[in-house]
């Protein structure tokens, strides 16, 4: 699905330059490179505060402990993500409320989000799924109306610009009073173990989550609140100091291989290629496909055998999950999802794709599909 060793071919001087820096100057933790990348990253996506933290998991929880939700508040977010979303409200004793997603875009549903809200609504987390922004325009004015935070998850979607009504281009995960991503490895801006960030432009929030990523401390020693322990590390922050100067190019190349893609598939009546909703760049994450014919599942196989990797992303709807199960939920409310989960498949995705490869997956498909 990805290819992170041509990759690394690619950039081998810059990230062992890096690596050698940190191993040089022995500042595991909080070295001058973990300031060197905040600070890159802000300019980056024109933000004023970007916190490092280990994970992408960590950042919404402590995205969550900032805002000051507590037990009860009811926060909503899509049916159809990555767990990580659900799962940390849930882990803080909020109510997750899962929604719908929109059939065209796959991010969530703005009359299923609508029809969530009740006097409990604290907060919602568009996930800006597979690299393209959510409805912002739409989110953000409801979430005025009645008073709710936003949380983007842009795990998946870093580098992605969205344009406003009104012409106003923001980054991902800038728009919302905060937004969380992950460094995993295989995400658009990987590094080469775990990392994750949060981003604010709001002071009082960015001093606020500084703390709690560091055991709740604002001054060496005195506990004000309770934190957790959550740090980029320096070689991870090394390794993303290099990699981020090259986002746009990784970003270009993952939309040049998804170009391809559709032109390949464009007129099969058995597929449906990925729609870039208007208001949005698509950074690709994962290239989605949604075969229509009933045979998604024979074709996952097929690929396989073939040597071609594909995954079902994602092959259960989290209201169907066990643990997120609640007797509030109707399957009558996730039509979409419950569509999605039977239809879509992700082809490999990544900076390293070429032409020859491009030609082998798609000829492979189509001649499977009919
Ligand atoms: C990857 C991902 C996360 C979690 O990131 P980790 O760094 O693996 O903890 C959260 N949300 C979404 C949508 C993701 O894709």
Redesign the pocket.
């Known amino acids: 699905m990805v290819d992170l060793q041509g990759q690394y071919q690619q950039i081998k001087e810059a990230v062992n330059t890096s690596i050698e820096q940190v191993l040089n100057s022995s500042a595991y933790i909080n070295g001058p490179l973990v300031h060197e990348f905040q600070a890159d990253l802000e300019k980056y996506l024109n933000v004023k505060h970007v916190i490092p933290c280990a994970?992408?998991?960590?950042a919404?929880q402590i995205a969550m402990m900032g805002l000051g939700l507590e037990q009860g508040d009811e926060v909503i977010t899509a049916d159809f993500?990555?767990a990580?979303?659900v799962e940390v409200i849930a882990l803080l004793k909020l109510t997750p409320v899962l929604v719908d997603v929109d059939a065209a875009t796959f991010n969530i549903d703005i009359e299923a989000l609508k029809k969530a809200i009740t006097p409990k609504t604290k907060a919602i987390v568009p996930?800006h799924?597979f690299g393209q922004v959510a409805n912002m325009d739409a989110v953000l004015e409801i979430a005025k109306e009645h008073n709710l935070f936003v949380i983007e998850?842009t795990?998946?979607a870093i580098g992605a610009t969205y344009t406003f009504k009104d012409g106003t281009k923001k980054k991902a995960g800038t728009i919302g009073h905060v937004g969380t991503t992950?460094?995993?490895p295989s995400?658009n801006l990987g590094c080469y173990g775990?990392?994750?960030a949060i981003f604010t432009n709001d002071d009082e929030l960015a001093h606020t989550i500084r703390g709690i990523v560091n055991h709740g401390m604002y001054t060496r020693y005195y506990h004000d609140v309770v934190g957790v322990n959550s740090r980029l590390d320096s070689i991870q922050a090394g390794v993303l100091k290099a990699k981020l100067p090259l986002l746009n190019d990784y970003c270009d190349a993952r939309r040049n291989a998804a170009e391809f893609y559709s032109n390949a598939f464009a007129d099969n009546k058995n597929i449906i290629t990925p729609k870039i909703a208007e208001n949005t760049t698509h950074v690709f994450?994962q290239y989605t496909l949604q075969i229509t014919n009933g045979k998604r599942d024979d074709l996952h196989k097929h690929l396989l055998a073939q040597g071609i990797p594909n995954a079902i992303y994602y092959p259960v709807a989290l209201h169907s999950q066990k643990a997120y199960a609640d007797t509030r939920y109707k399957e009558s409310d996730f039509p979409v999802t419950n569509e999605l989960i039977k239809t879509v498949i992700s082809l490999p995705m990544h900076t390293e794709l070429d032409k020859e490869q491009l030609t082998f997956i798609t000829k492979t498909i189509l001649g499977f599909v009919g």
Do not use: E
Not at 55 to 58: A, E, L, S, Y
């Open positions: 994970n992408g998991t960590d919404l993500t990555f990580a979303t996930v799924l998850d795990a998946q992950s460094f995993f995400k775990d990392g994750g994450h």
